[in-house]
């Protein structure tokens, strides 16, 4: 690949008041929690237009959850939403279920990035049941990261086993994304290459830092790129990630595209190919938490190139390439879940980015912003809607980040 970035973004914020800004410079912090009001969850609905002529309404489908991380449709239209302290919540007709799912494995959540993360169902799911959670699994020396799958059975997961448990026993927690292709493999994201495990993203023996590639089972396909490779872990798909966040197939390639979090500016959205290395620690468009560069340059030859950069960063999230009918004017647009914009809190928003006839960007555009919610996830639902799970906090409502829901996005007709 050509030694440069495809797209490079800059959003700059405009109006915000010079009290503010001379606050801000007064009083640096790691992110800014304060100056943006806080706004309530939109009840009635609320309608927007956007840039391609589409109307939408935004409605609220259930709130009461506790900072979830991850959702999956049933084949019935029923979803399920992991909350991050351990519970798998079931949504039926849009209302919650009080009694979250029984025969989830036990959590670890010592720490602030631990807990279970994201829920897929398999693709046969209404023949097999069978249900997969990615976790912080406890061990002796603190967490590491699992794969397990059960069968739901009613209110209740059976069976219930790790088939797979990765080698990052006492790392920093990092994310983990779950997603089956269209062959029937099971992608699995496993980040938490920063501090001084930043290292282990490029060390082809290790877990942190990668894409990974299973069967349904949990065992290693074998057609990997690193399948008899020694010094090389077999499920390892892809190298060089510091945080995937966000997994998606392109509906056109079957391609993998996954979100990746760096520290400050740099965000990335990568095309994931087998056996490919993108970089991380050793090029970046980053810089620290305390302003330096992260990399002395940021691209190398034999280092893959990021397909949409972020500058500021956008925390993102969730990813979502649009198929369904419901809304023509946005089929085959990507949609990206944004935490924040550049530190700021209360800054989240959904992303929808449009590409040309060449499948190269387009434009972007801002969905959502005037709510002002960490966005965590986006899904196409069975009835061709888009649903947004806001992220919250582990204190369920949180004045600085706001009460978490599953949100609703239709078309005004």
């Known amino acids: 690949m050509q030694p440069f970035v495809r797209v490079v973004a800059t959003v700059l914020f405009v109006g915000l008041s010079s009290p503010l800004l001379e606050a801000q410079q007064r ?16 009840d009635p609905p609320v309608e927007y237009g956007t840039a391609e002529g589409q109307g939408i309404r ?9 900072y979830p991380w991850g959702l999956a449709f049933l084949p019935d239209g029923s979803a399920l ?67 397990a799958r059960g069968r739901l059975e009613g209110h209740t997961l059976s069976d219930v086993r790790d088939i797979f448990v990765s080698d ?45 590639r299973l069967r349904d089972d949990g065992t290693v396909p074998d057609d990997n790129p690193f399948v008899g490779r020694t010094g090389h872990r077999p499920e390892v798909f892809s190298l060089g990630h510091r945080n995937p966040m966000g997994m998606a197939i392109h509906p056109d390639t079957g391609a993998l595209w ?63 390439f649009y198929t369904g009918d419901r809304f023509p004017a946005w089929h085959g647009d990507l949609f990206v879940g944004s935490l924040m914009i550049g ?13 040309n006839a060449q499948g190269l ?8 912003a005037d709510l002002r919610r960490r966005i965590r996830d986006v899904t196409q639902g069975p009835d ?22 599953l949100l609703r996005i239709e078309p005004i007709e």
């Open 81 to 147: 939403v992991t909350e991050r302290l351990g519970a798998v919540r079931v949504i039926r007709e849009g209302a919650l279920d009080s009694n979250p799912l029984s025969g989830v494995p036990e959590v670890f959540t010592g720490t602030a990035l631990a807990g279970l993360m994201d829920v897929a169902v398999h693709p046969a799911f209404s023949e097999n049941q069978w249900v997969y959670l990615t976790y912080s699994k406890p061990t002796a020396n603190g967490s590491t990261v699992a794969l």
């Open 258 to 320: 996954a979100s990746e979090h760096a520290p400050m500016g740099g965000d990335e959205v990568n095309i994931i190919l087998p056996g490919r290395n993108y970089g991380w620690p050793v090029v970046s468009y980053s810089r620290e938490y305390t302003g330096q560069r992260i990399a002395d340059r940021p691209w190398r030859e034999g280092l893959e190139q990021p397909e949409i950069v972020w500058i500021p960063s956008i925390a993102p999230s969730g990813l979502l």
């Open 58 to 66: 935004v409605s609220v489908v259930t709130r009461g959850l506790t």
């Open 361 to 368: 960007e387009q434009r972007r555009e801002w969905l959502l």
């Open 168 to 212: 990052a026993d006492g790392a920093a927690a990092g994310a983990s994304r779950l997603l089956f292709a269209e062959d029937g493999t099971l992608y699995m994201s496993l980040g938490g290459a920063f501090g001084g495990r930043r290292p282990s993203a490029q060390d082809p023996a290790s877990h942190v830092g990668k894409v990974l």
């Open 27 to 42: 009083a640096p912090e790691p992110f800014a929690a304060g100056g943006i009001p806080a706004v309530s969850l939109p």
């Open 384 to 405: 061709g809607l888009i649903y947004v799970l806001t992220a919250g906090s582990f204190l369920g409502v949180d004045p600085m980040r706001g009460e978490a829901a």
């Open 343 to 355: 530190r700021v809190e209360r800054t989240g928003h959904l992303e929808r980015i449009k590409f």
